[in-house]
């Protein structure tokens, strides 16, 4: 299996580290080796671009994509779409609301 892990990104500094470090733990306990993990910053305005790339400096698994314009939580999920190179694509929001035991049953349903 491998999968593209969508993941939009609007002014949430303050929940990105617990986004990340929930989605990886699930990772890790499923044992998902094949996988991507695309951040689609939508023109982010508190920090959120910066703190994306700290992520992406310790985990070469991450593609960050930055638009422009703020272009909406249903074109972001496109546009990462439209990047992903994995057989399967799932999006999950960003602010941190998923624990990482509700990830593992939700990505389990991909192995």
């Known amino acids: ?16 580290d ?26 982010s305005n508190d920090g959120s671009l910066d703190k994306l790339y700290e992520l992406k400096n310790k985990d070469e698994k991450i593609n960050i994509f930055n638009n422009d314009v703020n272009l909406g939580l249903g074109k972001s999920i496109q546009k990462g779409i ?7 694509i799932w999006w999950m929001p960003s602010d941190d609301n998923l624990e990482y035991t509700e990830i593992v049953k ?4 991909f192995n």
């Open 82 to 88: 439209s990047l992903s190179q994995k057989e399967y």
């Open 106 to 109: 939700m990505l389990d349903n």
């Open 1 to 16: 299996m491998s999968i593209s892990i969508i993941i939009p990104v609007y002014n949430e500094i303050k929940t990105l």
């Open 18 to 43: 617990g986004t990340y470090d929930n989605l990886t733990k699930a990772i890790k306990i499923l044992n998902i080796n094949n996988y991507e993990i695309i951040f689609v910053n939508d023109f």
